[in-house]
């Protein structure tokens, strides 16, 4: 295991405020993510290809918790200077920007998410840039994200969570953390019949499982 | 069934994304030393049950995780108000109709 910590240069540990563990050593090293063993890229290839939901797995990619003072600019000022935009201040709002988008969490903790291999850069950018009392969690391990979309993947999410889905309720880019069928999940808005869901790492055989069911009567097309 | 308004999220939220956890407004000791074991007791233990006017504390467990007050009525289930932390109520029992 000690080839995955990078050694950081001596001047470096001086201007940076904490070690940062880069958590993937690079694409050679071999990754599962959590629905690895649902084998997900056979299901694209052999299974149907046409159904109400559709859905990918947008597997091993760098999720990163930040909590920080909404009130503080400076701080708001170095998220803008790592991630090139604004954090979302507006609760239940995201933000995106090319491969990196931004959730609003809480009123002070936002879920960033990067492509994985860029997760170690970000993470060190941020403790040059950021000052003041502030966290970041490399928190990647633990959850994954799936893309569901079709026309009747409003219905599926019906049977699954609480929540409001109506486009007056809930436009493109509104998240809400929530709760999904017996477990939770991030349910993000990323177009008019498309979702994004950031579910548990120990939940997602179960959810897999419960979208399945829950996507039956419309027809599931898996995509890799 | 509640329907709770959260005033992080700022919006009405099924009752299951919360958890009730008991009487709000309760302070520390700030020197818990020198409390005697009565008002240590009491503290840690003793709540009130009334039957009308409750301000609660609920946290929005699968939402932003937060906590916040609510005042309900006990009897009718009536939501009366939702405030945050370090807020004071603005409705409250008559007297003698708290305990
Ligand atoms: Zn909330």
Known sequence: ?224 | MFHIYCPHCAEYREEEEFHASGQAHIARPLDPEACSDKEWGEYLYFRKNPRGIHHELWVHAAGCRKFFNITRDTQTYEIKEVYKIGEQPSVVAQSGNSK
């Open chain 1, 1 to 224: 295991m000690s080839d995955l910590t990078v050694a950081v240069p001596e001047e470096k540990v001086a201007s940076t405020k904490a070690v940062v563990m880069n958590q993937v050593a690079g694409p050679e090293v071999r990754a599962e993510s959590p629905l690895y063993h649902a084998d997900l890229d056979s299901l694209a290839k052999q299974g149907p290809r046409k159904g109400g939901v559709r859905l990918r797995e947008n597997k091993l990619l760098g999720h990163l918790t930040l909590r920080c003072n909404p009130n503080n600019a400076d701080q708001l000022a170095a998220v803008e200077r790592v991630l090139g935009m604004a954090l979302p201040l507006q609760p239940l709002t995201s933000v995106e920007k090319g491969d990196v988008s931004i959730r609003w969490m809480s009123p002070d903790e936002w879920l960033i998410i990067v492509p994985g291999l860029k997760a170690f850069d970000v993470e060190t950018r941020f403790r040059d840039e950021m000052d003041g009392h502030y966290s970041l969690v490399n928190g990647s391990g633990g959850s994954t994200v799936l893309e569901l979309s079709g026309d009747n993947v409003v219905d599926m999410l019906k049977k699954s969570t609480p929540i409001d889905l109506h486009p007056s309720e809930f436009p493109v880019g509104k998240v809400v953390s929530t709760v999904f069928a017996k477990s939770t999940a991030v349910i993000r808005r990323t177009g008019e019949k498309q979702f994004e869901l950031v579910i548990r790492r120990s939940f997602s055989d179960y959810l897999w499982l419960w979208i399945q069911d829950a996507s039956r009567e419309f027809g599931l097309v898996v995509d890799a």
